[in-house]
């Protein structure tokens, strides 16, 4: 059964504007590590491509590549007149770590109601999706919030708003009436991912989209190609995929890169995927089938290391990969077994082995201080860096809401933690580390990371020197990362 049907007749209904506010860059919260990225928000362009097919006016605006202020936002939506407006408090890139920020979505929100005060707003992302009535305090200028994936929803919205119907047997919807919040039933996932449009990508500025993994290609895309992780991470939210691993055909993603590459010449590829790799036969299909149609673009995604193999890893080579992310989080045993990550020290190195030799940079994400952590599992962290070649940094786990470590927060806390909390926990959950460290404990950690690996002074080795300018070059530190390096030396 089709989740929508493509409408005939296209006679044009009501606008809905669609807009991806203007974060603050570089950072949104700069001691949780959360930067802002210039990437598609696909989780806009999917609606927007729903609604364009079933009829209605679409646009995208997306503030926050463009750099728009609120005055400039403000002379748009004043040019536009839309009657629907759908804002994203965190975009598809930052649905699995949400900014803690979004007074630049309330901002906006804020902005449209007191420009055209008979717009609909509608909020969508992690937010409203586990915290509906935190997001409804936040303004009263709200009138809706999509919990979950927000492409039928909004359609269904659209559609009772349309006819001016009732509104309040839509699932996954929240809304606001006579000042009182009330919530329909929960959404089931979308289990045929085939059946959606691909994103609404003409109606964004796709030359305008940057990756550092790719250094100077342009333009750029970022590619959903599954949604949804079965995996038990103690620190990784998941609401809006859900647990259940659901993917697109091989057929249909390569229809998807066909229109990237040869309509909008992209250069490069992320695959957004929580686990690109899940289903190693679907990845080596979509593999096979790059090189069968002569796509010639660059790409990298994020994996497991448990899902990797040599001969997985010569196709995806052969395929225009280069570069693999892959969720390490700590190179202490200790503390991956404590977060539930089900994977060991052993492969984790056997895989980055691999990687390199196959030709393929491997990268690693970490998080510092995870629960459990104690300097001699940090000192395990840094002893498995320099041993793969990977750089300490690490951000520290942020307890969002709908994890267990939010309920190790809140049980350490005595009570339930709001979003505003939460950049304040982070690293100290489970953890007397950055008590004990001080609040320069990444400096002290880098420090002795560079100390390990260089020599106590570092600072007057040359293979120092020569390691960071490669790193510089290839994008994986900057300037500033050097400039607290000597500051770290000089204490």
């Known amino acids: ?43 806009l362009a999917y609606p927007a491509a729903v609604l364009e097919k079933e009829g209605y006016d679409v646009n995208i605006i997306d503030a926050n590549v463009l750099r728009l202020n609120l005055s400039q936002m403000k002379k748009i939506i004043l040019n536009k007149k839309p009657e629907v407006v759908v804002i994203t408090t965190s975009p ?42 935190w997001l409804f305090k936040q303004s009263n200028n709200i009138d809706f919030v999509i919990r979950g994936e927000p492409e039928i929803t909004i359609l269904e919205l659209m559609n009772n708003l349309e006819k001016k119907d009732k509104f ?43 990756e ?31 647990d259940k691993y659901r993917n697109r055909s091989p057929q249909n993603v390569i229809n998807e890169l066909e229109l990237l590459v040869k309509e909008f010449q992209v250069k490069a590829i992320y695959f957004q995927d929580l686990e690109f790799v899940f289903d190693t036969n679907r990845t080596k299909e979509i593999c096979e089938s790059i090189n069968d149609k002569k796509l010639k673009f660059k790409w990298a ?59 393929i940079k491997p990268e690693a994400f970490l998080l510092i201080p995870l629960p459990g952590e104690k300097i001699s599992t940090i000192k395990e962290s840094i002893k498995f860096s320099i041993e793969t070649d990977l750089l300490i940094g690490g951000n520290p786990p942020i307890p969002y809401p709908g994890t267990k470590l939010f309920e190790l927060a809140c049980e350490e806390a005595g009570r339930t933690l709001n979003w505003s909390e939460l950049e304040i926990v982070a690293g100290t ?40 300018l490669k790193n510089i070059l290839d994008g994986r530190r900057n300037i500033r990362d050097y400039f607290r390096y000597l500051k770290s030396f000089l204490r």
């Not at 296209?10 to 802002?36: D, Q, W, Y």
């Not at 196709?315 to 892959?326: L, R």
């Open 168 to 210: 309040t047997t839509v699932n996954g919807l929240s809304y606001r009436h006579n000042d009182v919040i009330n919530h329909y039933r929960d959404r089931s996932l979308i289990e045929n991912l085939d059946e959606l449009p691909f994103p609404a990508y003409h109606l964004l500025p796709m030359n305008k989209y940057e």
């Open 212 to 242: 550092g993994i790719f250094k100077n290609l342009k333009p750029v895309s970022i590619v959903l190609t599954s949604r949804g992780c079965p995996y038990k991470c103690v620190f990784c939210l998941k609401c809006m995929y859900g």
């Open 92 to 133: 598809i890139d930052r649905w699995q770590c949400p900014y803690l920020d979004i007074s630049a979505a309330i901002n906006t929100v804020n902005l449209i109601k007191n420009s055209v005060s008979s717009v609909k707003v509608i909020l969508t992302g992690p937010h409203g999706t586990v915290t509906p009535e």
């Open 1 to 43: 059964m089709k989740l929508f049907l493509i409408r005939k007749e296209h006679n044009k209904k009501m606008k809905c504007l669609f807009i991806n506010p203007c974060f603050p860059r570089p950072f949104v919260n700069e001691s949780a590590g959360l930067t802002n990225r210039f990437r598609q928000p696909l989780d």
């Open 301 to 359: 995604c994020s994996a497991r290391v448990d899902r990797i193999d040599g001969k997985l890893l010569k196709i995806m080579k052969k395929a225009g990969c280069v570069q693999i992310n892959y969720g390490v989080e700590s190179g202490s045993q200790k503390i991956l077994n404590f977060s539930k990550k089900g994977i060991n020290i052993k492969k984790i190195k056997e895989t980055f082995k691999m990687t390199k030799e196959n030709g």
């Open 429 to 468: 959950v489970g953890t007397d580390l950055i008590k004990n460290l001080g609040k320069n404990y990444k400096a002290i950690i880098a420090k002795t990371y560079l100390v390990e690996k260089y020599g106590r002074y570092y600072l007057f080795n040359p293979k120092f020197y020569n390691d960071s």
